[in-house]
C-alpha cells in the first residue's frame, strides 16, 4: 500500500455521535456525509455510523445515490440544490427532496402522481442565508401548495444559519449571534403559519448545525444537523465546548529520501527557501494532488519520531521537503501531517483557510484505514 494514507478512527466518530445524541436528546440527530463524509472518506464512515443515525445528509444526489448503492437503508436527505431533471433519481434511490422552491416542489408532485410513487419531501426555508430556499415572507404559497400534494409525503422543513460559528452570546460575537436569533425567529414566523391555517407541522423541524448544537438550544426542535462536531471539530476557535469531541484522522507517510542540503542551493519550485548552513532536508511523498495545501508553502510542520519539524519551500503536488536540521532522520521513518498534536485547527491556520476546506480536500489519491471498524 502507499506509505502516504489517511487513518479514520471509526470508534471515536460513534463517540462524537453519542455524545452529541446525549446533549440534544430528545432531538433526533442528522450525520452529515456529503463530500466524502468531511474528507474521512465515506465508504468506511457510512457502513460503520448509519445504524446509529436518525437520518443522513448528504449536499447532491449523487452522494444519495452513492449510499444507497452501498446499501444503506437509513432515510437521507439531500441538502442542496436540485433541479427538476434530477427528481426520477429521488423516486428510484428512496432519497428525500429538499423542495427549494414552489417550482421544484411542483415538479415533484406531478411526477409522483405520474409514476404512482410517494416521495418524502423536506421544505427549505430561507431565513437568511440566501442561497437555496424561500425566504420566509414568500413561504405561504409554498406552505398552501404542500397542504395541497397529494403524492408527497411532506415530512419535513428546514432553514439553514449564515453564522455556523457566530451563534455563541460573546461580546465580540454580539453581531453573528443577533442574526442567528434573527433567522430562529423567521423560522418561527414560518411554523406559527400552520397554527393560523389549522394545519399540522411537519413532523421533522429542523435547523441546527454545529454551531447552533453547541449554542443555541431553541433551535434543535426536532433535529439536528451536527457536521464539523461529527467529525470532531469545533465550528469556531471561541465557542462554548458544551460538547465533546475529539477529531478521528491521522494522516500519515514516510520519508522516501534523506540527504544534507548546502547553503546557496535553493530547495524546491521557485527556491523560495535556502539553509543558511549545511542541514539534512528529507521528502515526503505527499503533495498538493493529495490536498496537503501549496498555500502551506514554508508554514507547515510535520512531527518525525516524536519531534516536530518545519515544512521548506514550496510544497509540489506529490512531494514536499522537511527541514530536520542536525537531527539523524532516514528513509522509512514515519511521518505524521495531521494527528499526534498536530489538529485540523493548524493545517487551515498554515493554509489561511478553515478546517472545512483542509479536511474535505484530503484527495482520493490519498488511500482512507479505518480503525475499529468491527463493534
Ligand atoms: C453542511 C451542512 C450542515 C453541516 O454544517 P456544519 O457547520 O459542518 O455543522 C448542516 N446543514 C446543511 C444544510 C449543510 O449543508
Redesign the pocket.
Known sequence: MRPTYLEVNLPQLKQNLENIRKHVSPAKVLV?L?ANAYGHGVDGVAPFIAPFADYI?V?IVEEGIHLRKMGIATPILV??GTLPGQLPDFFEYDLTLAASSLDLLTAAEQLAESARKRLKVHLKIDTGMERIGVREYEAEPLLEKSWACRHLDIEGIFT?FAN?EATAPRAERLSGFVEAKLQLKRFQEVLSMYEKRNQPQPAIRHMA???ATLSLRESYFDMV?????FYGVY?ARDIEKTIEVKTALAWKSQVVYSKITLPGRGVSYGSLWQAEAPTRTVTIPCGYADGYLRRMSNQARVIINGKSYPQVGRVCMDQFMVNVGGDDVRVGDEVTMLGEGIAPEELADWAGTNE?EVMTNISARVPRIFVGAVQ
Open positions: 452529515v456529503k445528509g449536499a441538502m442542496g439553514h455556523s448545525n454545529s454551531g444537523r451536527p457536521g464539523v462536531l465550528p472545512y
